[in-house]
């Protein structure tokens, strides 16, 4: 499923994008429920207004006589209210209504009581290009009487200008356009008694969206305060987390690293301690097993060197030979191990060196002693770490190359974030299925176990453990020669 926009992959990227969608959307709908029940109340109290307005009207125009309506009802100055008396048809001859307008006519029904003002009162609206047929209906005023002005664009309302000044007698007025003609205009006609029609003709009320209001941008701008302050709450809560993701990357790398500060919130403050206490008991378990390991090995040079004496005295010469080199494949084995667990119970210091360097003298080395090497890259390159270590993983791995492959072509690669080194030889290679197993403490391909072929088995498997100590990897692969490309990826960091 494909999403405009990236989902956060961090917990203050998700729990911001909550936060900010949910008070968003509360306050938006809180706001324009608000608004929406506050409209309502608002236009039923206004319609009210005019309904009580309109039946005032209608009761005085209704007690005067008939020949003196006309004048009458020119007379009448509404604010926001246009008043004709028609005595033939009403002006409200359609059926469309707006909300606005059948709420007045409803408040009016309501004044007049439901049984004499359902079929008394109709409503319509009329848009602006109406006003003209309006204005026919009027009847001509009497002999030497001044005409009303007219209803259309170029008129005004009881003589008051535009039209929409017509609309706003008075300053404030709920009806009032200042812009001018209003879109829609309500046309309201009651019956009266005698069945003429008055009929009143005023602009509809427009029930504005809640963004149009006033406060709406102060809400919102207490929303994003509330935003800023949630994101800054959470980022506060969930900064241990990415101080204990460091934490246990350097853990990862060196298990004597220092402990963690056990300081801040009570479970920052717990967490820590946990922490350091696994860290403690990590580091222990592998001190125990390292001395254990080096024990094990010292302890095993006697009985073997009491058992190289004896298998002197053996008479069998073919027998002797045979047991004086498993012996020696023993001794090579425990010294390989003893020399591990020395150099890993000795936790070297990590400094800053020149990797680049450290490289070309292992090849000029191997160059020295006869063997095909040579090193590209980079010329110089800064890095920290356990220089013997490092040295000893890439003699082990140059020294792999020229054994099974006759040479050994170093490269160094430097990345943004990372140190790519390469070590490829000419030789058979290894199958793919074997390339990890490889890796495993004593495991040899070669099945002789014959020290001047095989080695012990330890090689590759101290290079992973240097690398990986250095926060790093190392991996076999296929060389474009045909040979093994072992890839070494450090940290720069």
């Known amino acids: 499923m494909t999403r405009l926009w990236p989902w956060p992959t961090s917990i203050v990227g998700r729990t911001v994008v909550v936060l900010l969608a949910g008070l968003v959307v509360s306050n938006l709908a809180g706001f324009a429920f608000y608004w929406t029940e506050r409209s309502q109340t608002l236009s039923t109290s206004l319609a009210t207004q005019v309904a009580e307005r309109i039946t005032s009207l209608a009761q005085i125009v209704e007690e005067t006589p008939a020949s003196e309506r006309r004048a009458l009802v020119r007379e009448i100055r509404s604010p926001g209210l246009r008043v004709v008396w028609t005595p033939g048809a009403p002006l409200a001859r359609g059926h469309h209504a707006d909300a606005w307008a059948q ?192 024990a094990i090995s010292h302890d095993l040079r006697t009985p073997i060197t009491r058992m190289r004496l004896r298998a002197e005295f053996v008479e069998d010469e073919e027998q002797r030979r045979k047991m004086l080199d498993d012996l020696g494949e023993m001794e090579a084995m425990i010294a390989a191990t003893l020399s591990f667990a020395r150099e890993d119970a000795a936790g070297e210091a990590r400094v800053s060196l020149d990797l680049a360097d450290l490289l070309q003298s292992l090849c000029d080395a191997a160059i020295d002693a006869g063997h095909t090497a040579a090193y590209a890259g980079e010329r110089r390159f800064p890095f920290t770490g356990g220089p013997m270590a490092l040295k000893r993983a890439f003699a082990n791995l140059i020294d792999n190359a020229i054994k099974y492959g006759n040479t050994a072509r170093v490269a160094l690669t430097a990345r943004e974030d990372e140190v790519v080194v390469t070590v490829e030889d000419d030789g058979p290679g290894i199958p793919e299925g074997e390339r990890e197993k490889v890796f495993t403490a004593f495991y040899r391909i070669e099945g002789s176990r014959s020290r001047e072929t095989g080695g012990v088995g330890l090689g590759l498997a101290v290079v992973r453990t240097i690398v990986r100590a250095h926060g790093g990897e190392v991996t076999l692969e296929t060389a474009a020669s045909g040979g093994l490309r072992a890839v070494v990826t450090l940290p720069r960091g």
């Open 103 to 294: 709420s007045v006519r409803d408040a009016v029904v309501q004044e007049l009581g439901k049984e004499n003002g359902e079929e008394r009162v109709r409503v319509a609206m009329a848009e602006p290009p109406d006003l003209e047929r309006i204005d026919a209906e009027f009847a001509p005023p009497p002999e030497g009487e001044r005409r009303a002005p007219r209803l259309g664009r170029g008129g005004g309302w009881n003589g008051a200008g535009r039209l929409g000044r017509g609309f706003a007698q008075r300053p404030g007025s709920v009806f009032a356009d200042p812009a001018g003609l209003p879109e829609h205009i309500m046309i309201l006609s009651l019956g009266l008694g005698d069945g003429s029609w008055l009929n009143f003709v005023a602009p509809s009320l427009p029930i504005r969206p809640f963004w149009s209001s006033s406060i709406f941008l102060p809400i919102m701008a207490a929303t994003l305060a509330v935003i800023a302050v949630s994101v800054w709450a959470v980022w506060r809560a969930t900064a241990p987390l990415a101080f204990f993701t460091r934490a246990a990357e350097r853990l990862g790398r060196d298990v004597k690293a220092p402990p963690l500060d056990e300081t801040g919130p009570r479970e920052v403050h717990l967490a820590a301690r946990a922490f350091n206490e696994m860290q403690r008991r990590l580091g222990s378990y592998i001190e125990d097993r390292t001395r254990m390991l080096a």
